[in-house]
């Protein structure tokens, strides 16, 4: 069980904003870390930079075993993200690690279901419903009445909308998700210091694992109800 490493090129100084202004602000959490170390040797481009790590006072078996750079890890540059160029950053892992949901966890979080993703383990995905909420009056009858908080509400949305989406859609066509990927990136967002750049390394997202990402904002078993549907069709 341990947590990854990012090594940004050019840096120095312990600053958050360096995570930021390569596309990384996710990462962040008031709660956990980051703390940073200069490298200068043993980096994956031959240059010097800055290391940022999450330590974990509680579980310290989250950190990675070899802090900064060393000879005993591996290396994958950042790819190109809206607009940022490939290279602006390195994620890092022991040789042979494994990144663990655990370790990559929120101080405070959404919680939700279990889901299996594509890395074989089981990650939290946040239940629509279950999302904070608050009393506001009615824009029609002005009576009060409980919603979700407005900053969860494009995602309560976008989670309805996807799922009814799903359920209509035929899966044995070549047919792409509208808005799959950043849905299921502000999921994941939710409860792991976790971003695209760190979803596609880790390797999280097929089709199926997809599929029931999104199932499981609505508590419910996408495929089977697919499958289903596809029967009583038939």
């Keep these: 069980m341990s947590s990854f490493q990012v090594y940004i090129p050019g840096k120095t100084g312990a600053s958050p904003n360096h ?4 596309g990384l602000e996710l990462l962040l959490d008031p709660h956990v ?15 010097s930079g800055i290391v940022f790590y999450w330590q974990d006072m509680a579980t310290p ?3 990675p075993q070899h802090i900064g750079c060393h000879s ?6 950042a790819k190109p993200w809206r607009g940022r160029p490939a290279g602006r950053f390195w994620l890092g892992k022991d040789v042979g690690g ?10 405070n979080h959404m919680g939700g279901l279990g889901v299996i993703l594509d890395d074989g383990q089981e990650w939290m995905v946040p239940v629509a ?3 904070p909420k608050k009393y506001q009056m009615d824009e029609t009858t002005g ?16 989670a309805e909308d996807l799922y009814l989406f799903l359920l209509q859609a ?11 990927w950043t849905f299921a990136e502000r999921a994941l967002a939710m409860n792991y210091r976790i971003n695209s750049d760190v979803i596609d390394w880790l390797g999280l997202l097929g089709d199926e694992s997809m599929l029931r990402l999104i199932g499981a904002t609505h508590e419910r078993n996408i495929m089977l109800e697919i499958d289903a549907q596809k029967k009583t069709a038939q």
């Design 19 to 22: 995570l930021r202004d390569v």
């Design 33 to 47: 870390g980051p703390i940073a170390i200069e490298a200068h040797h043993d980096t994956p481009d031959g240059c």
């Design 61 to 63: 078996t989250n950190m």
């Design 72 to 77: 005993e890890q591996e290396w994958s540059p």
């Design 98 to 107: 494994t990144i663990t949901p655990g370790a990559l966890m929120r101080h």
């Design 129 to 131: 419903r279950r999302l």
């Design 143 to 158: 009576e009060p009445r409980m919603q979700v908080a407005l900053p969860y509400q494009e995602f309560y949305k976008q």
């Design 170 to 180: 035929r899966i044995d066509e070549d047919f792409t998700i509208p808005g799959g």
